[in-house]
């Protein structure tokens, strides 16, 4: 009878993991000579999923996720028998995600969904045995989603597209900075907690088969986010304010178009054209990229068991900016300045498989 499907799903996860560094030599920028260190890292999980058909066509979920998550940490380091510097701490944190959702089926190729979900990220410990105790430990990380979308996907075309709205409460950055000035070599990344943030956006996906040979696809992200302002400590003196600006690495649009020609069964050929707009490099400073463009191409063929591939990322040469580094090296004065990775110059290659 209408309405009467339903299934439950239940389960518990358990994982113990055990990670150790050992290592000699010219480390942390000449802070210490060896290195020894151990995380044990223990999850322990109960989840369960129930899912009913209120309505024909109408199905509603539901499902959670209770967790208890333990770090226990002990590093220890030395300057060639000088300065030994011991670092031991523990975290320990209950985590809870849920999420519900509404499924409508239109048709067998066409639905639309909506749903509202509680997230979390564990927290954890930075490894860096000279970061100041106030920048030892980072807090889970929580939120808040709002979702809803459509999709129709059928053997000829693929259309999909959704919003969101997310809350997200001690958002979790990734902290770079110069711990003694005029010294370059005490430059650290590590992960901290921020106040609160938000993202939104919408996410479009759509291919088609424009005729036997010739298929398009087209992926299109348009992201807003903010964090608001924080403080933290760089060093056992010194608090400084960020946020109150958009989250690093978090374009406001990124796309992606693809065309591949199918010549016959055996030779096909394609190009894609990547697109993404400026960011933040860094949630620790104010320097952006540019926007890009990249494009790469490919032909194949395909005989029995064997492929070969010729195929070419970012054709055009195109310089752009992947990463950014800010803090002072350059003598006498080491003055901040902005440093720069860049991502892959233009590169070809041949690849060649065989399929047993």
């Given at each position: 009878?209408?309405?009467?499907?339903?299934?439950?799903?239940?389960?518990?996860?358990?994982q113990?993991?055990?990670?150790?560094?050992d290592?000699?030599?010219?480390?942390?920028?000449?802070?210490?000579?060896?290195?020894?260190?151990?995380?044990?890292?223990?999850?322990?999980?109960?989840?369960?999923?129930?899912?009913?058909?209120?309505?024909?066509?109408?199905?509603?979920?539901?499902?959670?996720?209770?967790?208890?998550?333990?770090?226990?940490?002990?590093?220890e380091?030395?300057?060639?028998?000088y300065?030994?510097?011991?670092?031991?701490?523990?975290?320990?944190?209950?985590?809870?995600?849920?999420?519900?959702?509404?499924?409508?089926?239109?048709?067998?190729?066409?639905?639309?969904?909506?749903?509202?979900?509680?997230?979390?990220?564990?927290?954890?410990v930075?490894?860096?045995?000279?970061l100041?105790k106030?920048?030892?430990?980072?807090?889970?990380?929580?939120?808040?989603?709002?979702?809803?979308g459509?999709?129709?996907?059928?053997?000829e075309?693929?259309?999909?597209?959704?919003?969101?709205?997310?809350?997200?409460?001690?958002?979790?950055?990734?902290?770079?900075?110069?711990?003694?000035?005029?010294?370059?070599n005490?430059?650290?990344?590590?992960?901290?907690?921020?106040?609160?943030?938000?993202n939104?956006?919408i996410?479009?996906?759509?291919?088609?088969?424009?005729?036997?040979?010739?298929?398009?696809?087209?992926?299109?992200?348009?992201?807003?986010?903010?964090?608001?302002?924080?403080?933290?400590?760089?060093?056992?003196?010194?608090?400084?304010t960020?946020?109150?600006?958009e989250?690093?690495?978090?374009?406001?649009?990124?796309?992606?178009?693809?065309?591949?020609?199918?010549?016959?069964?055996?030779?096909?050929?394609?190009?894609?054209?990547?697109?993404?707009?400026?960011?933040?490099?860094?949630?620790?400073?104010?320097?952006?990229?540019?926007?890009?463009?990249?494009?790469?191409?490919?032909?194949?063929?395909?005989?029995?068991?064997w492929?070969?591939?010729?195929?070419?990322?970012?054709?055009?040469?195109?310089?752009?900016?992947?990463?950014?580094?800010?803090?002072?090296?350059?003598?006498?004065?080491?003055?901040?300045?902005?440093?720069?990775?860049?991502?892959?110059?233009?590169?070809?290659?041949?690849?060649?498989?065989?399929?047993?």
């Amino acid at each position: 009878p209408e309405g009467s499907k339903k299934s439950l799903i239940a389960g518990f996860f358990i994982q113990s993991t055990k990670e150790t560094d050992d290592a000699l030599g010219y480390l942390l920028g000449g802070s210490a000579s060896e290195f020894m260190a151990s995380f044990d890292i223990k999850t322990l999980a109960v989840y369960s999923q129930y899912e009913k058909e209120i309505i024909s066509n109408l199905n509603f979920i539901i499902n959670s996720r209770i967790e208890r998550h333990t770090i226990d940490y002990s590093g220890e380091s030395h300057n060639y028998g000088y300065d030994s510097t011991i670092v031991i701490f523990t975290t320990d944190d209950n985590l809870m995600g849920i999420k519900s959702s509404l499924q409508y089926n239109l048709s067998p190729t066409v639905m639309i969904y909506s749903s509202i979900s509680r997230g979390y990220k564990a927290g954890g410990v930075n490894q860096n045995p000279y970061l100041g105790k106030q920048n030892r430990i980072y807090k889970p990380e929580f939120n808040l989603n709002y979702e809803a979308g459509y999709k129709n996907i059928n053997s000829e075309n693929k259309f999909q597209i959704t919003m969101f709205m997310m809350s997200r409460l001690n958002q979790q950055v990734q902290i770079s900075s110069q711990q003694e000035e005029g010294n370059p070599n005490s430059f650290y990344y590590y992960t901290a907690n921020a106040a609160n943030g938000h993202n939104s956006g919408i996410e479009l996906e759509f291919s088609t088969k424009i005729n036997n040979t010739l298929q398009f696809s087209f992926n299109s992200g348009i992201l807003k986010t903010f964090v608001d302002p924080y403080q933290f400590m760089i060093d056992s003196l010194t608090m400084v304010t960020l946020g109150k600006r958009e989250t690093a690495h978090a374009p406001k649009y990124s796309t992606t178009f693809d065309l591949n020609y199918l010549f016959n069964e055996n030779i096909t050929t394609g190009i894609t054209v990547n697109a993404k707009d400026a960011y933040y490099f860094s949630d620790s400073h104010d320097h952006k990229s540019e926007s890009y463009q990249l494009l790469d191409g490919y032909i194949n063929y395909s005989h029995k068991n064997w492929s070969i591939s010729l195929w070419g990322n970012n054709i055009l040469d195109t310089r752009y900016a992947v990463r950014g580094f800010f803090f002072g090296l350059e003598p006498p004065e080491y003055a901040d300045k902005l440093y720069v990775q860049w991502g892959d110059p233009a590169h070809y290659g041949l690849t060649m498989n065989y399929h047993f």
